[in-house]
């Protein structure tokens, strides 16, 4: 997979993302956007990827939001146009199945915290800060970031982040509830990296259809929850992982799944 502003590389079955457009702080241009959109389709087919990692390039950002100054002089219709390619490549992010982890490493404003935001597992550095600072610039956070913050904090800590537009800490986000673990600097690639080989290590399918029955089963009712969950659920029963993890543990082996 060849990018302009895209960074893949896999190893075994973990794979990599870096945004790099490290000058400018990794913010999201056109380009990036919809090289996003399109690497998220090609990783999709992927059948060897269990866990990726979303990072950014160089020790300051991780993506420091959507690209200001191309931005400037948009008509209100371009405007919509953008903030939907947006939303497009992050929900085509949010949805691949397999588990994705975003290492934060510095700045994660605006489009940036949503890109975290549609991540599963958010790790940050002690350095890292994120923030949703659309309102200083006149403009309402647009690539999903007024409805997963909420969804995933809540309205009131979610309205204070909108409203003041101000800059948290790592460890202030993971008081809020969204930044799952906060590391050294020099820890978060390690740390990332471990826990992706933990994720790619169980059955890839479960772990698919976990995250199936977790981020839709979110948005239901929880009867039609419960419902969903136990139809995956049976649908793990036609698979060949799940002889093998029954199998393994009643030989007392370590499971070696295929994603079959
Ligand atoms: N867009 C474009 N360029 C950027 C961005 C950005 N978001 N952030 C930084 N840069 C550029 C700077 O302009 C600078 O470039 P140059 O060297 O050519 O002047 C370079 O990156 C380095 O940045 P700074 O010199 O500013 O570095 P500092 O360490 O002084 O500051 C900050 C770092 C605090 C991150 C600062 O750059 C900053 O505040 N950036 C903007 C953060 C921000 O407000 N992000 C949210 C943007 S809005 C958004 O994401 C969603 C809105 C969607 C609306 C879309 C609808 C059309």
């Not at 079955?13 to 999201?28: D, E, M």
Request: proline share 3%.
């Amino acid at each position: 997979m060849n990018f302009e502003t895209l960074l893949f590389q896999q190893h075994g079955h973990i794979g990599t993302l870096t945004v790099n457009r490290p000058k400018a702080l990794n913010s999201l241009n056109t380009t990036v956007l919809q090289e996003l959109k399109s690497f998220a389709d090609q990783i999709r087919l992927n059948k060897d990827i269990r866990v990726l990692i979303i990072t950014g390039s160089g020790e300051k950002a991780f993506v420091a939001g959507a690209d200001i100054k191309a931005m400037q002089g948009m008509t209100p219709r371009e405007a919509e146009e953008f903030s939907g390619m947006a939303q497009s490549a992050f929900n085509a992010i949010e949805t691949l199945p397999f588990a994705v982890i975003a290492a934060v490493n510095g700045f994660a404003l605006g489009g940036g915290c949503e890109l975290a935001l549609s991540c599963d597992i958010i790790l940050a550095s002690e350095k890292a800060k994120l923030g949703l600072p659309e309102v200083t610039l006149g403009l309402l956070p647009c690539f999903g970031g007024t409805q997963r913050l909420p969804r995933a904090i809540g309205l009131y800590k979610a309205r204070e982040m909108v409203f003041s537009g101000e800059f948290y800490s790592a460890e202030a986000c993971k008081e809020f509830g969204f930044v799952n673990r906060v590391t050294a600097p020099e820890e978060l690639w390690n740390e990332a990296q471990k826990l992706a080989e933990t994720i790619a290590l169980r059955g890839p399918v479960a772990v698919a259809k976990a995250k199936q029955s977790l981020n839709t089963g979110f948005e239901l009712h929880i009867t039609d929850g419960l419902k969903q969950e136990a139809v995956l659920f049976g649908e793990l029963f036609d698979t060949q992982d799940h002889h093998e993890g029954i199998g393994a543990f009643i030989e007392k082996r370590n499971p070696d799944f295929t994603g079959k």
